[in-house]
């Protein structure tokens, strides 16, 4: 269970890599904030924990928890918030079904996830499954808006200790496809909702016969507010997926698709079964009911499409044509070649903001089903952002690959609270149950957007709240002066809800009088111009909304430190709290894998350190805490000596891992503290910490060593045990002891 009081420090509990390594990391920062009388409780936001908190009927009384995320999106409302958050799982349907799979088989009573309900208990069902995946945390938690940077320590370790980066080639056939046209780009409408407007609005289904059915009833739309509406054309798509296949034929290179299916929660996984639906289509046509015996559901990837098929009494002769059809397709980008794992396997699997970035990293080649790198077609279909990722591509052909050493950064000042841009993550997307027409209606009875769509085509909506915009466009102006760096908000004035948003970010330039240190550019114009500023040396500031402060925050600095997970994230909340965010967790998986298979965890803290730092900062400016203010300064000196002595964790087994990570920092730490002069108190108290830990270097690095190799059992993938997941990530009974 939650504590029952509020501590001074919310730390997430979460999920895979992240969360194993606080198993290790969460008992040192225990120790070190309890001198300083800092108190520092959990939450748990993980994928497992949201199910269980969501299902507690039939759970004995040992196995129910709190529904820490409703608490914690109630707490960062207030001025007392400060929450230190880990990346976790936003789920696709697969890595639900899984979750569910794995919690069932440890004893809990929780009911299956009905992908096609049968009645409307089975329907009910699933609506509280679907609450919890995708992007289900962040747009509860995030009350604020986004500052998003690279610490100056990092950024400077990565420039004197530059990442490899692939060659890029003028001849690289690499590219971006989108498509044409009828996308939501191109079918996009925006208006700012008046005080005559406001009100519970209904988005309705309009039949061809005239049957109104209400999608959703309701929908609170405030005077300031930005509302748009959009479809993407479902036979449009189709017939773009097709032509890709074919074009990725031609050119010779590997097709690949990218998307966001998590945070997109709705609307991409649809897409990402189309693509699916497109490779397999022989198939599909050939065996339609066979398929749909099987329950087949492209939607959640060719792997269940495949598990599926093998059930069935003709499997062989439905693979033996799937392996003719492979044959006979192009080159398809792998997400694993040793074990046969394909870009269209799991929708999860490959994740636009991850996948994109490492393979610009690489010289934009993807790995192909032989175990080689090959040029890609890169297939975004929508062209909201997709032209970020093509003016990318494009300027490393022209220009060749970054270099780390001497490039400047990007920062970003992202659009996201109170659910700002969340676009298909949350209830306001639709697929069309048939030809007709979905409308939104205001309060007053004015039909605000209205589009005629055909069955199967996905419609959204989504609103951006006036108060969080004003207060995305003061941080932006905060963070300029601050920094005097070049300044972009990245808008483009021929997309509807652009638009919107410029009429509001041009008149605040011009009341604040800084029209002429700003400048609003499209996302493809903003790419190149941040590319060349960064190119030079310089820096810059991406003013950006949600989707593209998550596109953006993985982009830069993949590219500039090569990973994101080190990355500064603050969020500063509306109401005076402080959130702070410790970097992605798109590889999170692979180090699972790993961890399991060989007890070497390669997951990078450096997100964790700096987070910590800025928290207990926080709390000494709000709190008054001054020993706070000296424990996180010494925390800063301890990720600086990560940085300087290179004791961040190694990717092989039997190299220092994540375990050897903590180790120095909880050592520069005490070391940093019992050198200060600011408390004497806390100095005396680390003393002997300190000369501990120096003391039992040789032993705890060896008992952190000899553990490595083996397989280790944590107790489960999606809910490890607790007991089991300490055992493994605290191997040393000599650090052990001097922590406690």
Not at 75 to 84: E, G, M, R, Y
Not at 530 to 537: A, C, F, H, V
């Amino acid at each position: 269970m939650a504590e029952n009081s509020t501590p001074d420090i919310l730390y997430t509990i979460v999920d895979e890599a992240p969360e194993l390594a606080s198993a290790s990391f969460l008992p040192i920062i225990r120790k070190f904030a309890a001198a300083a009388g800092v108190t520092v409780g959990t939450k748990d936001i993980s994928l497992s924990g949201r199910i269980l908190a969501t299902f507690p009927e039939k759970l004995t009384a040992a196995q129910k928890i709190n529904d820490d995320l409703a608490e914690l999106g109630e707490l960062v409302k207030t001025p007392d918030a400060n929450v230190i958050k880990l990346p976790n799982i936003s789920a696709s349907v697969p890595q639900l079904v899984a979750a569910i799979k794995e919690l069932q088989g440890q004893g809990y009573d929780i009911p299956n996830y009905p992908e096609e309900p049968a009645n409307d208990a089975e329907k009910a069902i699933r609506a509280r499954y679907d609450a919890i995946k995708g992007s289900a945390v962040n747009p509860v938690l995030r009350e604020g808006n986004s500052d998003r940077r690279a610490a100056k320590a990092v950024k400077s370790y990565a420039q004197s200790n530059p990442h490899r980066m692939g060659k890029w080639e003028t001849t690289s056939k690499t590219h971006v496809s989108s498509m044409s046209g009828n996308d939501f780009y191109a079918n996009e409408v925006s208006a700012t909702i008046t005080a005559a407007q406001a009100g519970a609005a209904k988005i309705e289904f309009v039949a061809k016969d005239g049957a109104v059915t209400v999608l959703k009833d309701g929908w609170k739309l405030d005077e300031g507010t930005v509302a748009d509406a959009t479809f993407m054309s479902a036979k449009a798509l189709s017939a773009f997926l097709a032509e890709e296949i074919e074009n990725t034929k031609k050119n010779g290179v590997l097709f690949s698709l990218h998307m966001k299916a998590t945070m997109m929660k709705v609307s991409d996984p649809i897409i990402f079964g189309h693509a699916v639906k497109a490779w397999l289509a022989p198939i599909f046509d050939k065996y339609a009911d066979d398929l749909k015996a099987a329950g087949v559901n492209p939607n959640s990837g060719m792997g269940d499409v495949l598990a599926r098929i093998a059930t069935l009494p003709n499997a062989a002769a439905i693979q033996a044509d799937i392996d003719a059809l492979n044959a006979d397709r192009p080159g398809m980008y792998m997400v694993n070649s040793d074990k046969g794992i394909t870009n269209l396997h799991v929708p999860s699997d490959v994740i636009i903001d991850a996948s994109m970035p490492a393979l610009i990293r690489a010289g934009g080649k993807g790995w192909g089903a032989d175990g080689k790198e090959a040029d890609t077609n890169c297939v975004i279909p929508d062209n909201c952002y997709a032209g970020v990722y093509k003016e990318t591509v494009n300027f490393f052909k022209a220009n060749g690959a970054l270099n780390p050493a001497t490039a400047g950064t990007v920062q970003n000042v992202g659009l996201m609270a109170q659910k700002a841009e969340e676009y298909g993550s949350h209830p306001t997307t639709f697929q069309a149950p048939a030809d007709g027409t979905i409308r939104v209606v205001l309060a007053n009875g004015q039909t605000l957007h209205s589009h005629n769509v055909e069955a199967g085509d996905i419609w959204r909506a989504c609103t951006v709240k006036k108060a969080p915009i004003e207060n995305w466009i003061q941080l932006a102006l905060d963070r300029q002066r601050l920094t005097g760096f070049r300044s972009i908000f990245w808008l483009d004035a021929n997309r509807a809800h652009d638009a919107e948003l410029i009429k509001y970010v041009t008149p605040a330039l011009e009341a604040a009088g800084v029209a002429d240190k700003f400048e609003i550019m499209s996302p493809d114009l903003a790419t190149v111009a941040s590319l060349e500023t960064i190119t030079k040396g310089e820096n810059t500031i991406a003013n950006t909304g949600n989707v593209l402060r998550d596109y953006l925050t993985d982009l830069f600095p993949i590219l500039e430190l090569g990973t994101s997970a080190k990355m500064l994230s603050i969020v500063k909340l509306m109401n005076g709290g402080g959130l702070f965010e410790t970097g992605a967790g798109g590889s999170a998986p692979k180090h699972v894998e790993q961890l399991v298979q060989e007890n070497h965890l390669r997951w990078d803290s450096m997100g964790e350190f700096c987070a910590l730092s800025e928290s207990l900062n926080f709390l000494a400016d709000v709190k008054g805490n001054a020993k706070a203010g000296v424990l996180a300064t010494a925390a800063e000196a301890a990720t600086q000596g990560i940085l300087d002595f290179n004791r961040s964790p190694d990717r092989k087994v039997g190299q220092p891992d994540n375990r050897d990570s903590h180790y120095w920092f909880a050592r520069y730490w005490a070391e940093a503290l019992a050198a200060q002069s600011d408390d004497a108190a806390l100095a005396a108290e680390f003393a002997p910490v300190a000369k501990a830990l120096a003391d039992g270097e040789a032993a705890i690095l060896a008992e952190i060593a000899a553990v490595q190799g083996a397989a280790a059992d944590i107790g489960g993938y999606y809910h490890p045990s607790v007991e089991k997941k300490a055992a493994v990530m605290r191997p040393s009974a000599t650090l052990n002891a001097i922590i406690g």
